[in-house]
Structures are given as structure tokens and as C-alpha cells.
């Protein structure tokens, strides 16, 4: 298993928080992490959806506003 930032942490200054949190710390398998970094925009949307699906509130929590699963897509340059 491999740790993830699902908001990466280059984007503490952005958000103006620490983004080392365990709201935005996914644990994924080698694989789900490949992909996620190098793989291909439909299956980069589908992981990041999924994960942010996962915990909406708490992310949305920890950065003090709501943030929707297109703005991490925009993050992710996969929109």
C-alpha cells in the first residue's frame, strides 16, 4: 500500500491549510497509484471521483469550503 494526497500538497499555499491531513490521505495499492499519477484521463477521473466520493465532507472540511469533484479534475489537468 502506498500513500496518496488526493489534494497534492504542492497546493498548500493555494488552499491556505495543511493538506497533510488524514482526510486527504488515501492508502492505495501500487496499481490505483500508478494510475492515478500516469494513467489515462478516463481512468484518473474515475479514481479521483471515487476517492473524493469517499470523503466529500471531510476534504471539503479541512479546506474550510466546499470543493467539488471537477476542481480536483481541473488539479489533476484531466478535465
Known amino acids: 500500500m502506498e500513500p496518496h494526497h488526493l489534494i ?3 497546493l498548500t499555499d493555494y488552499f491556505g491549510v495543511d493538506l497533510d491531513r ?6 492505495l495499492c501500487s496499481n490505483c497509484h ?3 499519477h500516469y494513467g489515462a484521463k478516463a481512468d484518473v477521473k474515475r479514481l479521483i471521483a471515487r476517492l473524493f ?3 466529500e465532507q471531510e476534504i471539503s472540511a479541512i479546506l474550510g469550503r466546499r ?3 471537477e476542481e480536483l479534475y481541473q488539479i489533476y489537468k484531466v478535465c
Request: net charge neutral; with cysteine.
Open 34 to 36: 500508478n494510475q492515478i
Open 53 to 55: 466520493l469517499a470523503r
Open 67 to 69: 470543493i467539488c469533484v
Open 22 to 27: 488524514e482526510q486527504n490521505i488515501f492508502s
Open 8 to 10: 497534492p500538497m504542492a
